[in-house]
Each structure stands twice: as C-alpha cells, then as structure tokens.
C-alpha cells in the first residue's frame, strides 16, 4: 500500500492531540472537498475544514505501520501511539504475537484461533532461528531450548502481564512445545520412562489450577499464586524431571471473596464431581450451603464445567501418581475446610460453639479430635511466667481463629500436593534447565485490598529484574565488549521498590504495626501517610479516608487498607496447626 496522504478516504493518518507525542490513529472516512472527517480507532469522530488542516495535527502514517510490523524494534517511529497502533492492526489481522527485538508480545484473542497450536505449528517453529518464521510462543520455547547448548547455560522464560493477559496460557503452550521436542529426541529405550515423567509435568497443570485458580472480576481462571516451573533437560535433550516451586498462595480466598468471585475451583469441583458414595462419606452439601461458598453471591460460571474439571483432575491425580487413600484423604481436608467455615459461634461468657455436630463432622473429616479443635477456636492461652493461662475469645475472635485454621489447613494442603508432585517428577540435576516463571498478573479494582498490594508488589519486582536484564545490564555488556550505543533512557522502577521494601518502607511498617496489640488498620494509614506523603510515588488522597496510593510501573492504584493488618498477620498464623 502506498504512503498515505491525510484527505484520501482510506487513508490512516495520526492524529495529533496536546503535545507532539499524544498520537491517536484514525482513518479518512469521508471528504467532499471541504470538510474531511476522521473516526479514530477508539470510536471518536473528528471534523475538520479541508483549508485548515495543519500538518502538525494531521500526519501521514507511516506505509509499513499499515500492514502491521512483526518485529517492532524495526519500526523508525516507535512510540506508544506507533505500538499500540501495530498491535492493533496485526490484532486485527488474527496475529496475536509480535515480537520487539527478542521479546515477544501477546495480545489475548480470548478465541481459539485455528491452527495456532497445533502440531504443524509445532513443527514449523521446531528447530529455527528467532524470526526465521512469523513471532509466536513456539518460537521462544525453541530458542529457550538451542540455547541451552548455545549459551552453554539454564534459560529462563519470564511471563509478565496484567491479570486475564494469557500468562497461564502462554506457559502452557511453552510446556507443550519442549515436551513435544523432547519426545523427538528420545531413545527408544529411555521413552517409556522419560513419557511418564513428561505427562506427570504436563498434568500437574490441571492439579496446580484447580487448587490455586480462582474466578475473578477479571478472569474466570486467575491464577492465585505464582509458579516457577523448572524443566531438567538432558544433555541429550530430552525431558528428564521437573521441580515446581510456589510462592504466595492467596489464602483468604479460602474463607472470604470478593462479590462476583469464587473460591478455589477445587472446591465446586469436588462438590459437582463426587460420586453419591462420596457424598455421603463427606458430608457434602451443595455449594450455596457454605458460608465459605456463598459470601460472594457467585457459585458458578457459566464458562466453567465443575464436574468435568474434576474428572480431568481426578485422571491428572492418576498419572502423577496419586494412590486412592492419598486422593480420599485430599477430598476429607477439603471438604473438612468447608465444614469448618460453617462453625458459627453464639456468645455465653465468651464465644460457644452454636451446634456441635459440625465440629464433630469437620473433626472426623480433618482427623483431629473435637475437643482440640473447639478449644483452640473459644480459648486464647497465653504463657506467663511459665504457666498457661487459658481465657475465652469473643465470637469476633473465635470466626478468626477458625479462619486461620482453614487457610492454615488449605496452604498445608497445597504444599503437600505440590510436594508429592515434585517427588515424582524429580530428575537428575546434572545438565541445565529451562524455567518459565508465571506469577498473578498485576490488578487494578475498584477496591484494592491487602491481596492486590501483594500481588502488585510483587509484579513490580518482576518488573524490576525485566529492566535490569533487558537495560541495565544488556548496557553494561554493550561497554565491556566496546559497543559504541547510545544511551536509552527507560522508566526505572527501583525509587518505587525502595517505598515498599526498603528500611520504613511500607512493608515494614505494616509489618510493625502488626506485631502492635494496639494497632489498628487506621493508625497503620496514619502511619503510612505520616512517613510517606513526600514520596513521589506514594500518593496521600486529599480526602483523608481509609486509602493510600502506590504509582506503580503499570499505573497508580489506591489501596484500601481496610482489613490490611488482619491479612499480614495470617501469614505468620500457620502456627496454629502447631496446636491440633
Ligand atoms: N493464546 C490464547 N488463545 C486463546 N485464548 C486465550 C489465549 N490466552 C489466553 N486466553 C484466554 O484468556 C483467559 C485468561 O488467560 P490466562 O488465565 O492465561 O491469564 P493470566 O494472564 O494467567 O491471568 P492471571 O494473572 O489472572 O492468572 C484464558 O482462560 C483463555 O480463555
């Protein structure tokens, strides 16, 4: 297609608003000689008198940003008008994938696209060069995988993006491509051995998203935790172990979400999956049943098909090794979590429990005795000099106790399942591996809480190794080897890390004021707001109420800090199990 002029119907031009950099692409949709009217890619409609166009409002675009680029770090004009331009026109065209340099963009089509995955695909990206075909998943999976041997050194995919983005996604395509690949290199001997191995990684999948995936306002499988899953590869080249390693399940999902949100799916899951004989054996009821269940008003979706995920759990539970008992007493943890949510306590000189068959029926499905687990809930004992002094708890305290049980028992329960997971996919560490990192995405609600402060802390840290690796020290590089470069200015993330992290950074002092007994979440904001408000990216409302901002990399998010003290000191109650 030939440079566009800014009058010819058709023609993309940009559209210049403010300053030289706020650019809006749009198209010529009409023009009768006098008046020529542009409709923006966001929908906007501009008019404007042919006789008055000013070059400096209205530009060209430039010919090769028409058909869409596909590596972008090609393009002369890049901005992120020129970027979210490309992205959208190839978008337009069913590719999802573009790359920038060696970094590979993805937009979510949140459609099946055909062909894009399967196994012609798998064989064309298998065994060439980064750009030798179009940008795609496969494509970085098999560089990962060459440059195993060409660097001479353990490679790692890093998957970042905002929560709903394809992460999870992306990471499975990564798996299924070096599986794939493996299986090519394999030995006749070694392949039944090796195929196990493979599929047990392969179904940890479904397992580790059943327990850690949640429906969301934003995602109907959102990921809860984060994963590095490492694939041990043979010198050879094929698939020898794996190790997975979790970090920060979000816990309080387990007893409390968010209107519109789900729980973990394992739970619905078991509910809609079990067996009658089970039902029984578990006491299970039906989802709405549970206060655990049913605080957000959404027990189902109509996306998610529960019993046919737990048939695909119960089958990936089977390859990986699972015995019977191992999945029976699974089934009795979780269904004695949802049990436990529904013991409710009445006040008679401290908080008693209401009916006492649910803690006999949650005892007999965790396996602890009644008695234990009623007096752990309605009794706080202290030691004082030496002697234990038992007081009772007021019904506030007691429902928190018996929550932090339930996340204590739920975490404990996914550790073991990733342990077992971990027992039989081990592998001989004797060549390299290659990673995938897939962590939460970053989030921005409407109300942000102690979970989204987390997670997004933790996005920003991601965020902070991307610029150091592909920035910092990609410019060191350039000047041991004598590369004449030219500096690249970037946004660097560190002042802001520094708020979080640092010595009376924010998490240190929510961490003090945790370990306070006075401390409330309101004297924590004045805090906050007492030895932060001049920081550049902390914001302090002019409206003093129960929030605090952070200008994050991907954008400010104001924080509510409501519950915020409550949730930091869960995360040092998995001591409580001590006590059953
Ligand atoms: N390449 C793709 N093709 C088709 N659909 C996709 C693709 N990637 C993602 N999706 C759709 O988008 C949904 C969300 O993707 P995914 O769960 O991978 O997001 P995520 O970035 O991991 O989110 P979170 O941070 O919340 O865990 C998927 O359930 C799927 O329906």
Sequence with gaps: ????????????VWLVKGSPDDLTPATVTQCDGVEVVYQTDYGEEQRMWMNEIDPNQVKPMNGVLLQGVEDMAKMTELNQASILCNLNTRYQQNEIYTYIGSILISVNPYKRLHDLYDEKTLARYTNKDLGEESPHVFAIANECYTCLWKREESQ??????????????ATKFILKFISNISRQRSGKVEEENGKSIEKSILESGPVLEALGNAKTVYNNNSSRFGKFVQLLISESGQIKGGRITDCILAKHRVVRQNPGERNYHIFYQLIQGATPEQRDRLFLMEPGEYHYLNQSGCVSDPTL????????????????GFKDGQKQDMMSVLSGILHLGNVSFMNAGGAQVVDTDVIDRTSQLLGIDSERLEAVMKERTMKLRGENITSPQSIDQACDSRDSIAMAVYSQLFRWIISKINHRIKGPDDFYFIGILDIFGFENFKINRFEQFCINFANEKLQEF????????????????????????????????????????LMSLINEESRFPKGTDKSLLNKLHNQHAKNQFYVKPRVIGLE?????????????VTGF??????????DLLGLL
């Design 466 to 505: 991307f610029n150091r690796h592909i920035f910092s020290l990609e410019q060191i590089e350039y000047n041991k080897e004598g590369i004449d470069w030219c500096d690249v200015e970037w946004a660097d993330n560190s002042e802001c890390l520094d708020l979080v992290e640092k010595n009376l950074g």
């Design 1 to 12: 297609m030939a440079e566009s002029d800014v009058t010819t119907v058709g023609s993309r």
């Design 305 to 320: 098909n529960d019993a046919e995920d737990w048939a695909a759990l119960e089958q990936a539970l089977n390859v990986i």
């Design 156 to 169: 790692c995919v890093l998957i970042s993006g905002e929560s709903g983005a394809g992460k999870t996604e």
């Design 548 to 560: 605090f901002g952070i200008k994050h990399y991907a954008g400010e998010v104001m924080y509510n």
């Design 565 to 574: 003290l409550e949730k930091n000191r869960d995360t040092f109650r998995d």
